[in-house]
Every structure is written in C-alpha cells, then in structure tokens.
C-alpha cells in the first residue's frame, strides 16, 4: 500500500504511525519512480491538529501516493492553533497560486449560522474557489465548505434548520452506477453535525449537479457535479470515533438545550459508550474518489491540465 506524504515532524505522524497506518516523508518518497497525486488540503475548522489526523487517516486507506500540502486563510488569525504549528507546516493561497493540484479537500468550519458573505474570510474563500476551477482537477467540500461551494458556484442556498444535525444517520445510494459509491451497501451510515442545510428543492433544479446519496432524516449527503470534478459531503464521514461525543459534552456545560447525538450511544445512552458504525463506508468513500475521480482522470503532468 502507497502511503501519504506528509511534512516531517507533522504532530499527526506519530499518532496515525501508532495506528499501524503508511504514512512517508518527502525524502523517502522520493526515491520511488512514480508520481505522487498532489492533493491541497484548505483546513477552515479551529481545531486544525485533530482535523488533519482525522482526514489523513482516510487518504492513507489506499494504494495511491499522495503528496500533501495544508493550507490556512490569510485573512484570518487561527486561535485554537499555535502559530508554530501554522508556520510550520501551512501555506497560504499566496504561495500555492502558481501551483497545480490534482484534487483539494476543504474542510468544514463551525460558523454555518453566519451569512456567507459575512464570513470574515469570504473574499478569500471565493477567490481560491475560482482559482481552483482553472488550477484543481478535482475538490471536495467538506460541511460548511460544501454548502459554500454550492452556494458560490450554483447559487444554491442553506436554511437554517429548528434543532442542531448531530449523529450518525441511514443513507442510500441513489445513483448505484456512481464509481464514487462503487462497493458501497444500499444503505450506509454518516455522521453530521450542523445547524443548517442545503435546499434540497434548488439541488433537484440544478441540472449541472446529482445527488448520490441522501437520508430521508437529514437530507442529500453526497452530492456532485455532472462532470464528477466537484464533490460536496454535507456530513463528517472523517470524524473520529469520539468526536461527536466531544461536541455534546461540550455543548452540555455550556447549558445549550441539545438532544443526545442520534444514533450514536449504544441505546442512546452516553454512559453505555459509542457505536461506531460508518467508518468503512468513509474509507471507501475516500479510495474511490482518489482513485476514479483523481488518480483515473489526471495527467501525469500537471502542467498539461
């Protein structure tokens, strides 16, 4: 199995190591006669550590090199993260401008109850956004970044739901001949954690864009674009197996009236412990996107795109 390719001394290393899971620095790498898939990674969630390990855990599941790089916002100072860590191992859009990638991932970020155009770093957001269309073979959105991206390129819009999204929810496949769900059961769980979603009823009008995969709970989870170059996940299929377990007992001791994560507690009782139940569907999930929709579909070099 190819590994990922990560910065030396990345804090996720050691952990994902621990794990039994293949991860390489660029030196080894490069003694190896292939060419590794160039995938940008835009980190919006505060807890930016957690989330890199989370989401390295899922492209390491695969036989495909892959040469990471970590973006931050340039026009927002991260306060949950040091900034040794930023300077370290981050880029800002400034210094990948020039650059191709084969795919980037853009994750999610807690401020879905904010209007987009009110986000500090929206100017910028919709900046790479357009700049990925001429420079990213392929992009998943991840959550907020999903419904971002839905919102600038199609003009689909979010509401805001009556009680806060939390737990694992049923899935089906709607489109079966869809590589991206290729091995998938008919139906398969997801987590999500969100106070808004996407309009379904703008989704099924937009004939550039299909839903994939769907709840009859929480709405459309996988959605793409026509072209398969665009993938929005309105879910957290990366989640650790305690992250949602975290999100509760922190809302709790802030004294939110919030229910008890669907799904997700063994009898939906926190004391009986967690039931982890998506974990391979978000494995393949991740392979099959890498290998049909990036790995399948670039050119050896980049520079031809």
């Known amino acids: 199995m190819s590994p990922v390719i990560i910065p030396e001394h990345l804090p996720a290393t050691e952990k994902l190591n621990n794990e039994n899971i293949f991860v390489m620095n660029k030196k080894r790498a490069t003694t ?17 550590i957690v989330t890199e390990t989370q989401i390295l855990r899922l492209l390491s599941n695969n036989l495909i090199q892959i040469e990471l790089t970590f973006m931050q916002m340039a026009s927002y100072e991260s306060k949950n993260t040091p900034k040794s860590h930023l300077d ?4 800002t859009f400034h210094d990948v401008y020039d650059k191709r990638f084969d795919a980037m991932i853009v994750t999610g970020a807690p401020i879905e109850l904010m209007e987009f155009e009110d986000v500090d770093y929206w100017r910028e957001f919709t900046d790479i956004l357009d700049w990925a ?4 073979y392929s992009c998943m ?41 290729r091995g998938f059961d008919d139906y398969f769980d997801a987590p999500h954690s969100r106070n808004t979603e996407i309009i379904r009823e703008q989704l099924l009008e937009n004939e550039d864009i299909e839903i994939i995969a769907e709840s009859e709970l ?21 989640y650790d197996k305690d992250t949602l377990n975290t999100e509760y007992i922190r809302d709790v001791n802030k004294g939110l009236d919030i229910k008890v994560p669907h799904s997700y507690y063994i009898e ?5 412990g967690i039931n982890v139940t998506w974990r391979s569907h978000a494995n393949l999930l991740y ?11 670039t050119d050896f070099d980049l520079n031809k795109k």
């Open 141 to 181: 959105f991840i959550c907020w970044s999903a419904q971002a991206a839905l919102y600038h390129y199609y003009g689909i819009n979010k509401r805001t739901l009556n009680e806060k999204v939390s737990g694992i929810y049923n899935h089906k496949v709607i489109n079966k001949t869809a590589k991206l769900t």
């Open 218 to 238: 929480v709405g459309p989870h996988i959605i793409a674009s026509k072209d398969r170059r665009r993938l929005f996940i309105t879910g957290h299929p990366e």
């Open 88 to 91: 370290s191992f981050y880029s």
């Open 287 to 297: 392979a099959n996107w890498i290998n049909y929709y990036v790995y399948q579909e």
């Open 268 to 272: 939906d009782k926190p004391e009986n």
């Open 32 to 48: 190896q006669d292939i060419r590794p898939l160039q995938v940008l990674i835009l980190n919006l969630m505060p807890t930016k």
């Open 133 to 136: 269309h001429e420079k990213i």
